[in-house]
């Protein structure tokens, strides 16, 4: 029976589940239990993020808070994956991940591969990305691209609450290391969710909008804004498509191909960096898969290629909104030779 | 006062949680003729889309929702009157309709229909109801499908009957254990609802192979069962489209299960992009593909059909009405089989596929109230 829960509950309640129809999954990381400043055992936190709040006290030893030592429990996290638990690790901020790089790309994206498929990992590392709260430059990246580049992981950036429980369920049943994406700016974030367990593969773009003239391709919270300026661009009688990646790795080239044969007309929207970032990567595919399909050139929205600003003033031009999506339609529906 | 020669047509309401209905084209225009049954309008919901029958006869004197408008159920969007009612009772009656419209879903709207649930022999099955006067209506959908498959015929029912639809196990919101999976399974859970709902009688109408879990129910307690509706039931024949039964089971992703499921339908349009989501949004759940394909050995012995629907049908004997009612065009069992329902009054319906309830609801609807009728 679906009802309407936050993003944040649809992550804890896959968390749940999955601890409790499998007991080697455990959760791991800075203040997962207790945290600074509480009693440890009082579960005040549930992580900075409020994710694993109460699973303390469901799966006594199961929630371990970690020392702020982000390359030692991820390495921990993977070793335990190697040796049987299905560890979830909380990484704070995905900014802080660049201490862990060893750990993530040299050894648990190479596992399977180096030892002739007889080991798995089946890590997921949990972790907060994007702009807009305020965070400035080191607690604001999106950084996912890194991720995607590496052969061995897969990533994942659940866009609705729906997305966020059957795609982390899936991450935790999945024998390959994991990066799921959480958008701060998701969390409380609203829509349907069914109470029972489900699992959503990887490699599956949704369809959010069915249109005729403009595909949108999008990924995580551009997937709100991508939605808006759809709406009000259907209102001026042009209809996009508008599809959500869910995984950039593996990614769904099908959907977008299919939908730009059918369009002729490509607009990427990624809060990413401009430079090496999935808008680039999508460009790339249909440039390269989909050409004959084109009928404009193909348009990009992403963030500058600077770090976030501090500034309230300047974060809020930095982030793509949907004023810059509807003018980039506009532009691709506009183009003539 | 409204004049009352002016007849409103008003927003259906198509499923118990629908509030709001847009019309996305209208396929009627003011001064048009129509009759009973003619199509007046397509209408999308959050949940579907469909085209609204006019339930009454007449000149179409006023269109009052406009396209893409959002009307709460039961607005009125357009109104019929002979051609003696003059202009300005039809303005009055608009403004009045106009401000339902403007106004939204009432506060105290009826929200989310309550789903009840019973435990079952340890499973717990869903069900939910409409009206509330009348004998009591159980629907048992099919195979893959759920009580919301009788979206277009609940509410309208309800008008006269207390109409219950449930969710077999393995399907909708109850629980997806089937253990063996036999007909036996799912009778226990229909008759667990009846229990439940204190129902010593009731109307059964059972779809594909909710139709032999209805024939099931009835031979194990005729004197319970007052009539019996089925809709291209299962256990007629030996052919059945074994394509269609194993790739509803197999398909994992939308480009597998869309194709699949244009077989449902004459009208392959309905296959909308929210109804696959749903049914995939239903498959992904936990313990679902184990439940489709124990579910699969009962309805198919190799690829024939393993129930036998003539034997319960016997066994009922004269005791309790029965009606058939098959879509034509139906490309998963063929509507051949309707000759093999012994002793039922047939309906065939032509330009219907295997869910007629959903493509052409407001004569299956006919259909049972004639049925609950003969059964006095």
């Known amino acids: ?337 | 006062m409204t004049d009352d020669r002016i007849v409103p047509v008003t927003m259906p309401k198509w499923g118990l949680s629908m509030q709001l209905g847009k019309v996305t084209s209208w396929i009627v225009a003011e001064g048009d003729e129509v009759g009973v049954g003619d199509e007046l309008a397509d209408i999308e919901t959050e949940k579907i889309t469909g085209t609204l029958e006019a339930a009454d006869a007449g000149t179409v004197r006023r269109i009052v929702a406009g396209v893409g408008e959002d009307v709460p159920v039961s607005g009125t969007i357009a109104l019929i009157a002979p051609a003696e009612v003059g202009d300005d009772a039809l303005d009055d009656a608009v403004a009045q309709a106009r401000a339902v419209i403007d106004a939204g879903v009432p506060d105290d709207a009826d929200g989310v229909a309550e789903v009840q649930t019973a435990d079952v022999g340890g499973r717990k099955i869903s069900y939910a109801g409409a009206g509330t006067d009348g004998d009591v209506i159980l629907l048992v959908h099919g195979y893959g499908g759920d009580r919301n498959s009788w979206l277009f015929l609940q509410e309208p029912l309800a008008a006269k009957y207390q109409v219950y639809a449930l969710d077999l196990p393995g399907h909708g919101t109850s629980a997806k254990d089937v253990g063996d999976g036999t007909l036996g399974v799912l009778a226990e859970a229909v008759t667990g609802v009846l229990d439940a709902l204190g129902a010593a009688r009731a109307h059964l109408v059972g779809h594909s192979l909710g139709g032999a879990v209805a024939l099931a129910v009835a031979a194990g307690d005729p004197g319970r069962i007052a009539s019996l509706t089925l809709i291209a039931p299962a256990g007629f024949g030996a052919d059945i489209n074994v394509g269609y039964l194993r790739g509803f089971a197999d398909a994992a992703t939308r480009r597998e299960l869309k194709p699949v499921l244009s077989q449902l339908f004459a009208d392959e349009s309905l296959v909308t992009r929210q109804l696959v989501d749903d049914l995939l949004a239903y498959k992904r759940l936990d313990g679902v593909d184990a439940a489709l394909h124990a579910l699969l050995d009962t309805l198919l012995d190799g690829d024939a059909q393993r129930a036998d629907s003539a034997a319960p049908l016997a066994a009922i004997g004269d005791a309790v009405p029965v009606t058939v009612v098959w879509g034509g065009a139906d490309r998963v069992i063929p509507a051949a089989q309707a000759e093999a329902v012994a002793g039922a009054v047939r309906h065939v319906i032509d330009g219907a596929g295997h869910m007629p309830h959903m493509e052409r609801p407001s004569e299956v609807q006919a259909a049972i109230e004639e049925t609950i009728a003969r059964a006095g």
Not at chain 1, 277 to 293: C, E, M, P
């Open chain 1, 1 to 337: 029976m679906a009802r309407n829960i936050t993003y944040r509950e649809a992550l804890n309640e896959a968390l749940a589940q999955e601890m409790e129809r499998d007991e080697t999954v455990i959760v791991m990381g800075e203040d997962n239990a207790g945290g600074a400043g509480s009693p440890g055992e009082q579960d005040a936190w549930g992580g900075v993020l409020g994710v694993t709040k109460g699973l303390y006290h469901m799966f006594p030893g199961r929630v371990l808070d970690t020392p702020i030592s982000e390359s030692a429990f991820i390495g921990a996290a993977i070793g335990a994956a190697t040796a049987g638990l299905r560890p979830v690790a909380e990484l704070m901020f995905v900014d802080f991940m660049g201490v862990c790089f060893d750990q993530i790309y040299n050894q648990a994206a190479k596992f399977r591969y180096m030892f002739g498929g007889k080991a798995v990992t089946p890590v997921v590392i949990r972790t907060m990305y994007g702009a807009g709260l305020r965070a400035a430059a080191q607690h604001s990246q999106c950084l996912y691209p890194l991720f995607t580049h590496i052969p061995g992981l897969k990533v994942v950036l659940p866009a609705t609450p729906y997305d966020a429980k059957g795609l982390l369920i899936q991450a935790i049943r999945d024998d390959d290391p994991v990066i799921f994406f959480e958008h701060k700016a998701l969390y409380d974030l609203t829509g349907p969710v069914p109470e029972e367990s489900y699992a959503l593969p990887f490699g599956e773009a949704n369809v959010v909008r069915e249109g005729g003239d403009v595909t949108i391709v999008t990924l995580g919270r551009m997937v709100h804004t991508s939605l808006s300026a759809a709406e009000e661009l259907a209102r001026g009688g042009v209809q996009c498509e508008v599809i959500d990646l869910r995984t950039t790795s593996p990614l769904d080239e099908d959907t977008v191909l299919e939908s730009v044969e059918g369009t002729g007309r490509l607009v990427v929207v990624d809060e990413a960096h401009p430079r090496c970032n999935i808008a680039t990567d999508i460009s790339a595919l249909v440039a390269r898969k989909a050409f004959g399909a084109l009928r404009a050139p193909i348009e990009m929205v992403a963030a500058p290629h600077t770090p976030v600003p501090f500034s309230s003033a300047l974060e809020d031009i930095y982030i793509p909104d949907a004023q810059r999506v509807v003018n980039a339609v506009k532009t691709v529906t506009g183009w003539s030779r």
